[in-house]
């Protein structure tokens, strides 16, 4: 048998080799293995709720605002490139746009003890 032969039988049976492979990979992960629990701590994101109350700072540079609830105190909220920032009559607005003493309406998701806002309503 010649060396090019040789080569095109190892790069067939590569080939056949590797399709085998992800199909079977495949099939496994359709028969249901199993998904990863969660952590026992509930380390996943959950409803946060609703905050209502004024800005007392926002931190531009790291994408943060703390807000003052008279119902829940002082919170700090991350504030993403993702969080739904809505103005006065349907306009939208980015993190640049919100300033001390505004009147806000946050809809956070929460992490342990860590809030993200998702939506944040100017008032």
């Known amino acids: 048998m010649s060396i090019r032969t040789r080569i095109a039988i190892a ?8 399709m085998v492979g992800g199909a079977v990979a495949r099939a496994d992960k359709a028969a249901g293995s199993p998904a990863p629990a969660a ?3 509930g380390g996943g ?11 007392a700072s926002v931190d531009y ?9 008279p119902a829940r105190g002082k919170i700090d909220v991350q504030v993403l490139p993702s969080t739904n920032i809505q103005g006065r ?6 993190i ?8 806000v309406h946050v809809f956070t998701s929460q992490s ?12």
């Open 39 to 41: 952590s026992a701590s």
């Open 45 to 55: 994101a959950r409803d946060g709720g609703m905050i209502d109350g004024q800005i």
């Open 11 to 18: 790069v067939i049976a590569l080939g056949l080799w590797s």
């Open 96 to 103: 640049s746009d919100l300033n001390r003493g505004d009147h």
């Open 112 to 123: 342990g003890n860590h809030y993200t806002a998702q939506i944040i309503q100017i008032l």
């Open 61 to 69: 540079q790291r994408g943060f605002i703390t807000v003052q609830s």
């Open 89 to 94: 009559g349907n306009s939208y607005h980015g």
